[in-house]
Each structure stands twice: as structure tokens, then as C-alpha cells.
């Protein structure tokens, strides 16, 4: 505030009068966060009658102290002066969180526990102060009202986002601090603590709602320090010597039901010593019978991981362990591996390897407002129903595929990309409901396409440049190669209904006094250049001979052609340099019944003919002369009027894709119709793979895709008793 007096607002602060003291508390919560401002309030003797308004005042003025206080030191003021009686000051803020419910003044109350939590680890700390601060700092007065950690969790489900927010960063002060500072078994315990009381649904509850841009920061930190805690329990190796470790293991082994081991002979004593089972822990999924160092790569959170799906899924544990028991030992599905493989999925899925410098410029990107898909993760606090439903499409993928035991790695790449798609991909608003459902009803079809899709990114990355120009030239080889085979579609002639299938053109026979033959024949000649047709009111059988070239006695010059238009579907061209201007989208008749229809537009050899041509375009193109006018329609052609020369309609889909197609790219001009389209493709596809059998694993690049990134690869399947009696599959089934 400009002119404001700081030698007399801090003499207010002292009056005994609570209006005047609340009106200076007032106007110092507005001020305080200026670093120069508040050097001139310290040196004025402001912090001592401040610390005294926070320690015994009451309502709004409690409320604006609080604030002033917390805004002080945020700007990294007034340490000094609060290192005396730190402890009894912290433990008059507690209080008034358990004790008091006015907003104002809990914001400001938790804003201060924060700072002095958080200020332990301020490189500003003298190492002989940091007993004053942190963690620690509050456990004498949590002693004192133990339901101090209930009532901050519940804070986060306050309508006020402030109040939410402060809560949250004194939660992350908390944790923080004691992951830093807590022991091998304190962390842990404080970390379980706040988890039973509900810390986790409310966090993920707040990152899903619409308040997300206040709370953006403290959720943040929320999400990352997740991320450590996770990183935390991968760290801490499976020990089998600390008795946490070993009675995890012995309940998943309990929870298996396994069966009584027969009693030995007699070993001479008074008892009988029982038979180890030689299969103890392999039964469960475990690869050898000392399973602890199968947990090297995910350490005690893939014991944790394991341990709460058997607790809480113990009945279908046990089924599926009887079900497994039934098949031979290289078919059965490996429950333990499974469940450790997923959990490694998930961990790397969420990044929580990522240092707190990527964090950092998670912070800078929140500047923007924008892009919060991409960096709050709601799903990383369900990751014990994440893993459950990725261990269920493990079991699921095993079971469809009749995988084997040396499948295993192949059905880890599978879960890895499903759960890539669907957890990947998941909006912050998407509910873990809605992931489990959809990861329960991702097909195996889908799946394995999204696979080839990887592999296909597997080859670019690898080569890039190279791979992209061979998939050009075979695009460009593939187009030639459908376009001589439509060609030649036109060359063979095929046999098309005349009936009317419009409302105008039925209109137009009506009024017309020829009789329309109910077939038509249609044949391209062998130089390409005309197309010869005729009427018929027979359409010969099978094993009859269709017309001859000569029989047919109209015929349309190519030349004239100037667009092509039919009611087919069609895609629209991959290719930049495909064109349009030959094609035309003929609307679809109202009648559901009606059938395809292609009608060749063009210009007519003269003026004084075109109104025949136009009653009648079967009879278009006769006059031997057509060549010359071809020629000279290049110059004259925009000072005419489209007719339409000729009509086709085909009978089936397939026919028309041909005839469409094939006019098209006889005229120089790419095709449209998906069908043909798709066979493009195909042959290029293959053209690619039979390219990409010719590679030898000693020619990938420099890294190389065989093992130990050289020239090995996989050994060459031997063909001892095997002939020459193979096909190629092209349709895929």
C-alpha cells in the first residue's frame, strides 16, 4: 500500500484496543509478502507484537495475524526471531487447528505449520537449529491432540480451496519430511497412517474435480512425492532375514492352501519330521524355490504388490492356483511372475523414475493453465486396483493365447501395451471404473494391432530414412501395379443392368419412345482408347461366350471424357497429388433400393449434336471425327457445356470400385474407393515385409536388434523335413 506509515501500523498492532489492532493486522497481510517492506517491519520492532497477536488473539484479528505471519515467512523473514519458544508456539497452532473451525483462521494456522516443517531442509538452516524444525518440531503437540492427522485430512475435502490447499502443502511438509529424515521403519508407519485415513481417495478425488486449477501445485507435489514413495519401496531389496519381509512371503505361501506334507520314516526320535515340498514356492509362479531374488528388479513393492492381491482376492487366488494345478508344469500361467511383471509395467508406465528436476518443469508448464492431461496422473493413486486389473488381463491374455512357459516375455509385451493404451492414454476426468472395464474388454484383435503398430515405429526408429524411401518406391510400384489390373478389368467388359434406377431418369424414358434393353455390355478396346458398349435384352449364360468387340456397336472416345460421377463410397486420397476435378459425388437417389450408378461426363464432338447426345448419351461418340475433336477440346472445352455420355450401373460393389477406379486411372488420375485403396496398401505391405526378410541381423544399424546388439540373432529354424508345398496367406486369415 503507497504511503503507507509501517512505524505507526506497527504501534497500532500494540494498542490494547482489538479495532485498531485488527484494522493494522488488516492492512500487514496486504503488505508483509514485499521482501522490502517487511525488512522495514522487523527493524521497526513489528515481529515480536505480530508473534503476540498470533499466540493470544482471537477472530478476524487471529485470522489476518496468522496470515500476516505466514506470508513473513514465506518471503524467508523472521527466523531468527522465532527460534525461542518455537516448540509452544507450534503447539498453540495446533491447537488451533483441532480446535478451531472458522476457515480463516485454519488457513493461515496451516499455512505457518508448513513453513516451519518445510524450513528444516532451507539451506538457510543452521545445522544446530534444524532440532527446532520439521517433523519433529510438531510431535510434542500431536502428543497433545493425536487427532491432529485426522482432522488435516479432512480438511481436504473443504469447500474452501484455500483451506484445501493449505492443507495439502502441510501434508507434503509432513511427508516430505519424513522420508528424509524418518528411519528405515518410521517412514513407512507415518506413510501407512495417512493412507488409513483417507489421504489418498480425497488427493485423487481433488485432482478429478474442477477445482484442479487452484490446487494445481500442492497436487503436483502430492503426485510426485508418490512417485518417490514408489521409487522408495523398489529401492528396499527383499530380505528374507527381516521379519516384515519373511511374514509377507510366509502369508502369500499360507493364503495358497498348500497341501499337507506326508510324515517321513521315522528318523529314530520320538517325532516324525516332515517333508519339504519340492515344489513350495514354483507352485505359486516362482521360478526357482528361492524366490527372493526374483524380486531384484521391483524389491518390496513387488512383494506389496503380490502380498495385497492375495489378501484381498484370496478366494480367486486359490482357484486359480487349484485350476492351474490341473495342466502340465509348461502351461500353467506363473501367478507370482505375473503379478511382479506388472507391477514393473506400472512403475514405468508412471515415470517414477523421473528426477525432481523433470518435476521442476512439470511447475513451470503449470504457468499455462493448459496441457493438465499431460501431467496430473489421478491413476497413480490407484495403483492397487491397476494392478489387479492388469494381473486379470495377464490371466485372461495367457488363457486365449494357450501361452507357454517360454511365452512368458511375449505376454509381458502384451500387457505392457495394453496397459500403455489404456492407462497411457487416460484423460485426468477418466475414472479407474472406467479404465478396469476397459481394460477388461480390450480384444485380442485390437491388441495385436496395436503390436504391429510398435513394430512398425521399432523399423523407423531402426531406419529410419531408408525405410520410409523404400515404402514410397513400393506405394508408387503398388498404384502401377492396381492400376494395370483395373486397366484390365475394362479390357475383359462386364455386364451392367440398364434399368432406371432414378426418378429423372425413369422420367426420361417415359417420355422418350425407344424401349430400353434391360442389359448393357461394356468393354474397353486394346488400344485404350475407346469404350464399346451395347444394349441387350439376353444376358447370355455362364458357359456362353459374352460379345465380342466387334459386335458391340457403340463406342464413347476417351478422349471426350472430361469427369466421372457416381453415388459410390469413396475415401479421400492419401496421395498429395491425387485430384478431384474427374470425380463427382453424385447425390444418392431417396429410394434405399437403388443401385449404384456411374455416369461418364464429357463434352460433345459438335453444337449441333449435343441435344441428341443429350437425349440419348448411349449414342454419344459415333462420328469418326471424335479423335479431331478431342484434340481440339483442350483449347475450346470451357466454352462448352458438360453432358452426360455414357451410364453405367454396376451390380455389385466390387465391380463398381473396378470400372470407377479403372476410368479414373485410365485418365490419368488416382483412385478413390476404398476397396481399391486397400489393396494398394496390402500389396505394398507385403511388398515391405518380403523386402524385409532379405535383412540380416548384422546389417540394423548400429545398434542392432539381435542380442548383444551384434550380428546374433535368433537361430535360423532348421527345414529338415519340411518340401516346398507353402503359401502365401495375403487375405490374413
Not at 135 to 157: C, D, G, H, N, T
Not at 696 to 708: I, L, Y
Request: proline share 5%.
Amino acid at each position: 500500500m503507497d504511503g503507507l506509515d509501517v512505524a505507526k501500523l506497527v504501534e497500532s498492532l500494540g494498542r490494547d484496543e482489538d479495532g485498531p489492532r485488527k484494522m493494522a493486522a488488516f492492512k500487514l497481510q496486504s503488505n508483509i509478502g514485499d521482501p522490502s517492506f517487511a525488512d522495514v517491519f522487523i527493524s521497526e520492532g513489528g515481529l515480536t507484537r505480530l508473534r503476540y497477536l498470533t499466540l493470544h488473539a482471537t477472530g478476524n484479528t487471529l485470522a489476518y495475524s496468522l496470515t500476516a505471519f505466514s506470508r513473513l515467512l514465506e518471503v524467508d523473514k523472521g527466523w531468527d526471531y522465532i527460534n525461542q519458544d518455537v516448540v509452544e508456539r507450534v503447539g498453540q497452532v495446533v491447537e488451533l487447528v483441532v480446535t478451531h473451525p472458522l476457515v480463516n483462521i485454519l488457513r493461515g494456522a496451516m499455512a505457518i505449520l508448513g513453513a516451519i516443517v518445510s524450513h528444516q531442509h532451507s539451506p538457510k538452516t543452521p545445522s544446530n537449529q534444524q532440532e527446532t524444525f520439521g517433523f519433529r518440531a510438531l510431535k510434542p503437540a500431536i502428543a497433545i491432540y493425536p487427532q491432529f492427522l485426522e482432522m488435516l485430512v479432512s480438511r481436504l475435502s473443504s469447500a474452501d480451496h484455500a483451506l484445501c490447499a493449505n492443507a495439502l502443502q502441510l501434508i507434503n511438509a509432513l511427508m516430505r519430511d519424513a522420508i528424509a529424515t524418518g528411519g528405515e521403519g518410521e517412514w513407512p508407519r507415518f506413510i501407512t497412517r495417512l493412507q488409513d485415513l483417507g489421504v489418498i481417495k480425497s488427493v485423487y478425488s481433488l485432482m478429478q474435480s474442477q477445482a484442479l486449477q487452484d490446487l494445481a501445485q500442492p497436487l503436483l507435489e502430492f503426485q510426485a512425492l508418490t512417485k518417490v514413495l514408489l521409487r522408495r519401496w523398489r529401492d528396499v531389496p527383499v530380505d528374507l532375514h527381516k521379519p516384515e519381509h519373511r511374514r509377507a512371503l510366509k502369508a502369500i505361501h499360507l493364503a495358497s492352501k498348500p497341501e499337507k506334507a506326508s510324515d517321513s520314516v521315522e528318523d529314530g526320535s520320538e517325532g516324525q519330521e516332515k517333508k519339504h515340498n519340492p515344489e513350495k514356492w514354483r507352485r505359486l509362479g516362482f521360478e526357482t524355490e528361492n524366490p527372493s531374488w526374483e524380486f531384484e528388479e521391483t524389491g518390496y513393492l513387488g512383494m506389496m504388490d503380490l502380498a495385497d492381491y492375495v489378501r484381498k482376492h484370496e478366494d480367486a487366488f486359490q482357484r486359480l492356483l487349484l485350476e492351474q494345478s490341473t495342466f502340465p508344469p509348461r502351461t500353467r500361467c506363473p501367478i507370482a511372475r505375473a503379478s511382479l511383471a506388472v507391477t514393473a509395467i506400472l512403475y514405468d508406465q508412471f515415470e517414477a523414475d523421473r528426477s525432481d528436476l523433470d518435476d521442476a518443469r512439470a511447475y513451470q508448464t503449470l504457468e499455462t493453465r493448459s496441457n493438465y492431461d499431460k501431467i496430473f496422473k489421478p491413476l497413480v493413486f490407484q495403483w492397487s486396483r491397476l494392478h489387479l486389473s492388469g494381473l486379470q488381463a495377464f490371466f485372461r491374455l495367457w488363457k486365449t493365447t494357450a501361452a507357454e512357459r517360454e511365452d512368458f516375455p511375449k505376454m509381458v509385451d502384451l500387457v505392457r501395451i495394453l496397459l500403455e493404451a489404456v492407462v497411457g492414454s487416460a484423460k485426468r476426468e477418466k475414472t479407474i471404473e472406467e479404465v478396469e472395464d476397459e481394460v477388461d474388454d480390450f480384444d485380442c484383435e485390437r491388441l495385436r494391432q496395436l503390436q504391429m503398430e510398435l513394430f512398425q515405429f521399432t523399423y523407423e526408429d531402426t531406419w529410419g530414412h531408408h525405410l520410409r524411401q523404400v515404402r514410397d518406391e513400393l506405394n508408387h510400384e503398388a498404384l502401377s501395379f492396381m492400376k494395370e489390373q483395373r486397366i484390365r478389368c475394362l479390357l475383359q467388359g462386364a455386364w451392367f443392368s440398364n434399368t432406371p434406377t432414378t426418378k429423372d431418369e425413369a422420367y426420361h424414358l417415359s417420355q422418350s419412345s425407344e424401349s430400353r434393353p434391360p442389359f448393357r455390355y461394356a468393354k474397353l478396346s486394346s488400344n485404350r482408347r475407346f469404350l464399346h458398349y451395347s444394349d441387350f435384352d439376353i444376358k447370355p449364360s455362364d458357359d456362353e461366350a459374352d460379345p465380342t468387340l466387334d459386335s458391340l456397336i457403340q463406342k464413347l472416345d476417351l478422349g471426350l471424357v472430361s469427369s466421372v460421377a457416381s453415388n459410390i463410397s469413396t475415401k479421400t486420397p492419401t496421395s498429395k497429388h491425387s485430384s478431384t476435378s474427374t470425380l463427382k459425388q453424385q447425390p444418392s437417389s431417396n429410394n434405399t433400393n437403388s443401385s449404384t450408378q456411374i455416369t461418364i461426363f464429357g463434352y460433345l464432338p459438335s453444337s449441333s449434336t449435343s441435344h441428341s447426345h443429350a437425349r440419348n448419351p448411349s449414342k454419344s461418340s459415333s462420328n469418326p471425327k471424335s479423335i479431331a475433336h478431342s484434340s481440339h477440346r483442350k483449347d475450346t472445352r470451357h466454352h462448352r457445356e458438360e453432358h452426360p455420355l455414357l451410364i453405367l450401373h454396376p451390380s455389385t460393389h466390387s465391380q463398381a470400385s473396378e470400372w470407377l477406379d479403372g476410368l479414373l486411372m485410365l485418365l490419368g488420375q488416382q483412385p478413390l474407393t476404398s476397396e481399391t485403396r486397400k489393396l494398394v496398401d496390402l500389396v505394398a505391405e507385403y511388398g515391405l515385409k518380403i523386402r524385409l526378410l532379405n535383412v540380416r541381423f548384422d546389417e540394423q544399424g548400429p545398434e542392432g536388434m539381435g542380442e548383444g546388439g551384434g550380428g546374433g540373432g535368433p537361430e535360423v529354424p532348421s527345414r529338415e523335413g519340411l518340401d516346398e508345398a507353402y503359401y502365401y496367406d495375403m487375405g490374413g486369415s
